[in-house]
């Protein structure tokens, strides 16, 4: 239940606690003061806030078709008279909004994403009818920033949505049309204010929780994008370190692992990166990187890519160095993840051969599975049993499918797999049944 | 207070909004009126941008170059192209410079590294805006004629920065030429 739900339950019941004398009154308004007024959205205004955004997306993209027609009969100054109409419109209804219907998000997010659209419309406009040439790189730095300020003057979720898809869309187009990469870093750490108030504002709230996923997505696309690919094998080091963040910093940070989207998917990327080094074909490839991308390179991305690992290494490996509190096995596990990785990376720089980093990387799974398992068993959690359940099924399909290994040796592996699995079924019952017994 | 900190940041921003589109429309209005003509060789071909409506996507046909002085390149790096004209008019590169030049009509572009120590010239003209309609109509014809019309752009440059102020099929405008076919 999310905490505001909850205080509301709470107000509910108290003047009942009260009336059966479970509480005094003197408690009831100690309660009310300590947690204060709850703010109640209805679906009402939730309807009335989408309805708003969506309608003025509409008519901001309509606009820009209607205008993206180029109409022959219109001269030059006309053209780009035309031009600053969508700006001017967005412009006004943002003011407005400002002075007059600051407290409707309605109009806060209808006129921030409505203004965002417009001033990429005028752009492109413009663009237009100078026949300035396709340079997208220039065009979405442009927009993003003109668009950024108003996340905060607005207070526009809608706006921040956008601004960070579009930041990550600039960064992809500047890996291959030779953009200032070094730009990315203002404009991601522009938004992070705004990501913290959120988050302050209310942990559990249906905003954070959207932005969490938009998050996710974009996380991974530019970690890769952020690498210049001149040390071999170092997307190891920064996937591993990644994911690793995500699902411990997202643990730490947000209680409820239902709807969490770094857990989730911190997890589920974890698994699939430790997944594909169970595979001795990564590990030549570390190999055969460096020659790929040969051509063109400078001395310093060699510097700059060890840069990026160590920073996505220390992301993932901080939260799982916080103090000890509770043992807690699951996250000391996901936390060796980027440890190991890097340490078998190292290994393979040194000629170890492949098959024992294959190994490595099956048995980590096999005891990171066995481990979440138990601890969710133990915990009484379901979803955490349901892990360890998925990343061993996960790794027992990977391995059904391996080419790579004889039938024989395979069928071996299973039925000793099965055997362990049986024998530690019958101790988890024998240790129940004692529990049941003592406990009588 | 507050509210009237953010309306004032609110109206910079607006005047911000402002001065970058008119910017771009001031730069290219000086070209134009400022700049000197050149013909170019061009090829069209017909993508679609949804953003930006119909376009004629053209390629200004001139191969990989040497550079004026024997210096190293990195691809990204700007350019500076110096032309001259050919008896029939069309530009031709004469230099290609990593320094602006002084005193000569020139236009910034971006180089790519080739791989026998030229470099490729990524041209600032590529598209042709024009009407939704014209534009597939346009590239039809020209099809049908199996390539063999002859196509320019006309551009005016002026320190650096090029606009083009219309793309001629057999010395036609290519709005009119349409309604010749």
Known sequence: MNKNKAIQWLYTELPSLERAGIVSQDTVMRLYEYYGPVSIRSRRQLTKVLLGVLGAALIGLGVILLLAHNWDALSRPTKTALSFLPLLAGQLAAGFTLLRRYSSPAWREGS?????????????????????????????????????????????????????????????????????????????????????????????????????????????????????????????????????????????????????????????????????????????????????????KHPWTFWYDCGVAVVFLGAGLLPAARGPGRRDDFALLAGAMPLIAAACLAARYLGVPSIGLVAVFNLYLLVFGVTTLLQGLSRDKLLTANGGMAILSMLIIVRFFDANISFTIRGMLFIALGIAFLIANVALMRRAALKKEVSK | ????????????????????????????????????????????????????????????TAGPVSLAKDEEIVSGKSGYVVFETDPEGFAVVKNVLLKRPEGEAYLKVSLRKERNGKV??????????????????????????????????????????????????????????IATQ
């Not at chain 1, 003057?153 to 898809?165: E, M, N």
């Not at chain 1, 991601?188 to 990501?195: K, N, S």
């Not at chain 1, 504002?201 to 954070?208: A, H, L, M, Y």
């Open chain 1, 112 to 296: 921030g994403i409505y203004l965002a659209l417009s001033i990429g419309a005028s752009i492109s406009l413009i663009s237009q009818t100078y026949h300035i040439t396709g340079d997208a790189t220039s065009f979405l730095l442009t927009w993003t920033v003109l668009a950024g300020p108003l996340i905060y003057l607005l207070q526009s979720f809608t706006v921040a949505l956008l601004y960070l898809a579009g930041i990550t869309y600039w960064l992809g187009l500047c890996r291959f049309e030779y953009g200032p990469l070094w730009l990315f870093l203002p404009l991601a750490l522009f938004i992070v204010p705004y990501v913290r108030s959120l988050f302050k504002e209310n942990p559990d709230g249906f905003r954070i929780r959207l932005l969490c996923w938009e998050l996710c997505i974009i996380l991974p696309i530019i970690a890769g994008l952020l690498l210049q690919y001149s040390v071999p094998g170092v997307w190891i080091l920064v996937y591993s370190g990644l994911f690793c963040a995500m699902l411990l910093h997202g643990r730490a940070l947000l209680r409820d692992s239902r709807n969490n989207a770094f857990y989730i998917a911190g997890f589920l990327g974890l698994i699939v990166v430790s997944l594909a080094l169970t595979y001795e074909a990564t590990w030549e490839a570390v190999d055969t990187f460096y020659v790929e991308g040969g051509l063109d």
């Open chain 2, 1 to 60: 207070m507050k509210r009237t900190l953010i309306f004032m940041l609110f109206l910079a921003l607006v005047l911000v909004q402002w001065i970058v589109p008119a910017g771009m429309i001031l730069q290219r209005e000086t070209v134009l009126e400022q700049g000197r003509e050149y013909k170019f060789h061009v090829v069209p071909v017909d993508p679609y941008d949804a953003f930006r409506g119909r376009f004629v996507q053209i390629g200004i």
């Open chain 2, 120 to 177: 490729s010239i990524i041209w600032p003209f590529d598209r042709y805006y024009m009407e939704e309609s014209a534009a597939p109509v346009a590239e039809k014809r020209y099809r049908e004629r199996t390539g063999n019309a002859d196509v320019y752009i006309l551009a005016r440059i002026h320190k650096g920065t090029g606009v083009i102020t219309g793309l001629y099929l057999d010395g036609l405008p290519v709005e009119r030429w």
